[in-house]
T-cell receptor, first 115, second 111 residues
Framework: DSGVTQTPKHLITATGQRVTLRCSPRSGDLSVYWYQQSLDQGLQFLIQYYNGEERAKGNILERFSAQQFPDLHSELNLSSLELGDSALYFC??????????????FGPGTRLTVL | AQSVSQHNHHVILSEAASLELGCNYSYGGTVNLFWYVQYPGQHLQLLLKYFSGDPLVKGIKGFEAEFIKSKFSFNLRKPSVQWSDTAEYFCAVNAGFKTIFGAGTRLFVKA
């Protein structure tokens, strides 16, 4: 158990819908990362937040957005869902500072199925 | 642009065979390097990491990796694999605020 929690574990929805995925980082970690893992695209970095501020952006679609709240939990919002958005969505967090700052601890993931 | 390349997408080995998984990255500055493992149905876990110092780093479960700066490589090795090493292995490079993951190598170890 990495200490990172994600809810829900599974989500089944229809095309065109909107969903919200939630992530709670390890206690004390300020950074949260979101990744999408699919069979054809592999592990894709979506976005990173640090203490509430967007820090880095990867291959995140305009239909997707994220935010980090004052209590440091984060939400990933996916809208106008398409079949191709079906994937595992991982959240990770990293330590506040120090030599291990860039080491990431991954949550169990949310499996999204779009029908 | 920064990138991470893992040479093998699928590797099949028999138990007790030696393992080497290649990883090359493209980035000219200071990097932190990682190998993560994802066992079937589980999330990614850190195997080992390199930040500085001895370029030969040892991780959990008998894995080690060598950072060769001149070759921009960080290859993962294990002298003798076990059936329980069946998993997907990801090389990752942190440069600045971004961590770039390789495409992953699926290792299957035959009992």
């Amino acid at each position: 158990d990495s200490g990172v929690t994600q809810t829900p574990k599974h989500l089944i929805t229809a095309t065109g819908q909107r969903v919200t995925l939630r992530c709670s980082p390890r206690s004390g970690d300020l950074s949260v990362y979101w990744y999408q893992q699919s069979l054809d695209q592999g592990l894709q970095f979506l976005i990173q937040y640090y203490n509430g501020e967007e820090r880095a952006k990867g291959n995140i679609l305009e239909r997707f957005s994220a935010q980090q709240f004052p209590d440091l939990h984060s939400e990933l919002n996916l809208s106008s869902l398409e079949l191709g958005d079906s994937a595992l969505y991982f959240c990770a967090s990293s330590p506040r500072s120090g030599v291990s700052y860039n080491e990431q601890f991954f949550g169990p993931g949310t499996r999204l199925t779009v029908l | 642009a920064q990138s991470v390349s893992q040479h093998n997408h699928h590797v099949i080995l028999s138990e007790a065979a030696s393992l080497e998984l290649g990883c090359n990255y493209s980035y000219g500055g200071t990097v932190n390097l990682f190998w993560y493992v994802q066992y079937p149905g589980q999330h990614l876990q850190l195997l080992l990491k390199y930040f500085s110092g001895d370029p030969l780093v040892k991780g959990i479960k008998g894995f080690e990796a060598e950072f060769i700066k001149s070759k921009f490589s960080f290859n993962l090795r294990k002298p003798s694999v076990q059936w329980s090493d069946t998993a997907e292995y990801f090389c990752a490079v942190n440069a600045g605020f971004k961590t770039i993951f390789g495409a992953g190598t699926r290792l299957f170890v035959k009992a």
